[in-house]
């Protein structure tokens, strides 16, 4: 007699405060999509930080960023992750590293959050090496002077932060 034996589907969230969602942040969506059933790109409404984009702006960037990916999902959450990863029946957490002062934060994390939930597992996906220098505080900053960011967001992102930053300074760049 033949068992079927049914595959659970493997769900990993990518959470972030994506403000704003840049080309490392797309690297690290675009590989982990390869390795699961399901990626869902979960926006941190982080009650400890000053975003540039409110929680809807960047969920909607996301999800233009995100739109020929299939099995990604773009979603919000305001809570521990590892009630979020619950909720959302998942089995991995996943965070890009560019640096090893990230790895230090991110395996600090990953400890917590493995002290709170044993089933939630961390996994580290190295940044390309083209984007290990690549922060979104950093395009805020360059795009705030009026520079080129180009190079690091999507066009969407790029159009988004010039109309931002020209409302917030009034139209005028220093």
Same mark, same amino acid.
Request: proline fraction near 4%; charged fraction near 25%.
């Given at each position: 007699m033949m068992s079927l034996q049914i595959r659970k589907e493997r769900v990993a969230i990518y959470p972030g405060t994506f403000d704003p969602v840049t080309l490392g942040h797309m690297d690290i969506i675009q590989r982990a999509a390869k390795q699961f059933d399901r990626l869902i790109v979960a926006v941190l409404n982080n009650l400890s930080k000053n975003p540039l984009f409110s929680v809807e702006e960047r969920t909607d960037l996301l999800r233009q960023a995100t739109q020929d990916i299939p099995n990604v999902e773009v979603d919000s959450f305001r809570d521990l992750l590892v009630n979020y990863v619950r909720q959302k029946d998942a089995q991995v957490i996943v965070r890009g590293i560019r640096t090893v002062t990230d790895f230090e934060y991110e395996l600090q994390n990953a400890s917590i959050n493995h002290n709170l939930d044993p089933d939630a597992e961390t996994i580290f996906m190295m940044t390309n090496p083209k984007y290990s220098y690549l922060s979104s505080s950093v395009v805020? /900053?360059? =795009?705030?002077?009026?520079?080129?960011?180009?190079?690091?967001?999507?066009?969407?992102? /790029?159009? =988004?932060?010039?109309h931002k930053f020209k409302r917030m300074d009034g139209g005028v760049k220093p």
């Open positions: 805020k /900053e360059i =795009a705030h002077f009026g520079g080129n960011v180009s190079d690091f967001v999507t066009p969407e992102v /790029e159009l =988004a932060m010039k």
